[in-house]
């Protein structure tokens, strides 16, 4: 069953946490469409301004990842005094190349597969980590069977003239049918889970912590034995409920970005640089501080625009209301 990605990003947080176990938790989850952006990530660099799934941001580090029913998540939980980045990303690439392909664990923690040629290589999975006081969060993709043609058009943002943000690495990703025709998700999972926590998927529905919603989870506990309640003595649903409103607001969310400028042209070739902090229009400069006329320009809008609620229409909104001599600004 599909997941509220809200629901999983605050269910990690609870788990990171809270969790006091003396081993790992291995967790599985399908998201519906989607789109997760990094801890550190400028909303506005990532997203295309076409996107029409909901965009989250999640605890984590890493790119933007898209998520749908044919994307299968996976999630270490471990104590910080286990982790190994190295270790926990050669099982997961061990576990997938046991469903009949060839994997290779990339610089920035991918995991990639290769092609036919025995050359080419795609990705099929990128990889976060989250450090909490107790434990770390170490997550990723798998792409199964993804809608590729969604994923590509929900990515790519505007560009930038500054920015302090973790941007997203391009790859040539590809979903695991294209190897293996056969393969399903909750094949992938059932095999990986096996592979990886030696027992079948264990699922557990979160209507067992609290009764304020109906949603379920596909998880694997390593040698925590089968007792939901063994896992439910460390969950608060109040705490969860606080994590819910913290990831799912629009300060989060987009508010949250780093930083960054863009460079706008005029008509006539002026140039000006926006500065964005915090969502909002912090500073309008000229680009060239010789140029009187972008000097004049830039301090027009910068009386009527500083403060602005940025987002992709502020350009557009800027161009409209701007001087009379301001035909339209132009992205440079």
Same mark, same amino acid.
């Given at each position: 069953?599909?997941?509220?990605?809200?629901d999983?990003?605050?269910?990690e947080?609870?788990? *990171?946490?809270?969790?006091?176990?003396?081993?790992?938790?291995? /967790?599985f989850?399908? +998201?519906?469409p989607?789109l997760?952006i990094?801890?550190?990530?400028?909303?506005?660099?990532e997203?295309a301004p076409?996107?029409?799934?909901p965009?989250?941001r999640r605890?984590?580090g890493g790119g933007?990842?898209y998520h749908?029913l044919? +994307?299968?998540n996976?999630?270490?939980i *471990?104590p910080?005094?286990?982790h190994s980045k190295?270790?926990?990303?050669?099982?997961?690439?061990?576990?997938i190349s046991?469903?009949?392909?060839?994997t290779?664990?990339g610089?920035?923690g991918?995991v990639?597969?290769?092609?036919?040629d025995?050359?080419?290589k795609a990705k099929?999975?990128?990889?976060a980590?989250?450090f909490?006081?107790h434990?770390?969060?170490?997550?990723?993709t798998?792409?199964?069977s993804?809608?590729l043609?969604?994923?590509h058009a929900?990515?790519?943002g505007i560009?930038?003239l500054e920015?302090?943000?973790?941007?997203s690495?391009?790859?040539t990703?590809?979903?695991?049918i294209?190897?293996?025709p056969? /393969?399903?998700?909750?094949?992938?999972m059932?095999r990986?889970?096996?592979?990886l926590a030696?027992m +079948?998927?264990?699922?557990?529905?979160?209507t067992?912590?609290w009764n304020s919603?109906?949603?379920c989870?596909d998880?694997a506990?390593r040698?925590?034995g089968?007792?939901?309640s063994?896992?439910?003595s460390f969950?608060?649903p109040?705490?969860f409920?606080?994590?819910?409103a913290?990831f799912g607001?629009?300060e989060?969310i987009?508010?949250r970005?780093?930083?960054?400028s863009?460079?706008?042209?005029s +008509?006539n070739?002026k140039?000006?640089v926006?500065?964005i902090?915090e969502g909002?229009?912090?500073?309008i400069?000229p680009?060239?501080?010789?140029?009187?006329?972008? *000097?004049? /320009?830039?301090a027009h809008l910068?009386?009527?625009f500083?403060g /602005?609620q940025?987002?992709?229409d502020?350009v557009?909104m800027?161009?409209r209301?701007g001087?009379p001599n301001?035909?339209?600004?132009?992205?440079?």
């Amino acid at each position: 069953m599909a997941e509220s990605p809200l629901d999983i990003i605050s269910f990690e947080e609870c788990l *990171v946490r809270y969790w006091r176990g003396n081993d790992a938790i291995l /967790l599985f989850y399908v +998201n519906p469409p989607s789109l997760i952006i990094g801890r550190n990530q400028n909303y506005w660099r990532e997203v295309a301004p076409s996107c029409m799934v909901p965009v989250f941001r999640r605890a984590s580090g890493g790119g933007a990842v898209y998520h749908d029913l044919g +994307n299968l998540n996976w999630s270490f939980i *471990v104590p910080r005094g286990l982790h190994s980045k190295e270790e926990e990303l050669c099982l997961i690439a061990k576990a997938i190349s046991k469903l009949g392909v060839h994997t290779h664990i990339g610089a920035r923690g991918e995991v990639f597969v290769s092609m036919g040629d025995g050359e080419t290589k795609a990705k099929i999975s990128g990889t976060a980590r989250y450090f909490g006081t107790h434990n770390v969060l170490h997550h990723g993709t798998l792409l199964v069977s993804s809608d590729l043609k969604n994923l590509h058009a929900c990515l790519g943002g505007i560009k930038v003239l500054e920015d302090n943000s973790i941007a997203s690495v391009r790859a040539t990703p590809v979903n695991l049918i294209h190897l293996i025709p056969s /393969l399903t998700v909750y094949d992938a999972m059932s095999r990986l889970s096996l592979e990886l926590a030696g027992m +079948n998927p264990y699922e557990i529905k979160l209507t067992e912590f609290w009764n304020s919603h109906v949603s379920c989870l596909d998880i694997a506990l390593r040698n925590l034995g089968e007792s939901e309640s063994d896992l439910a003595s460390f969950i608060n649903p109040e705490d969860f409920e606080v994590f819910k409103a913290q990831f799912g607001s629009t300060e989060w969310i987009k508010y949250r970005s780093p930083a960054f400028s863009i460079l706008l042209s005029s +008509n006539n070739n002026k140039r000006i640089v926006l500065r964005i902090e915090e969502g909002r229009v912090s500073d309008i400069l000229p680009f060239e501080p010789n140029d009187l006329q972008a *000097v004049d /320009l830039a301090a027009h809008l910068k009386m009527r625009f500083t403060g /602005l609620q940025f987002d992709f229409d502020t350009v557009e909104m800027i161009s409209r209301i701007g001087p009379p001599n301001l035909l339209t600004l132009r992205k440079y």
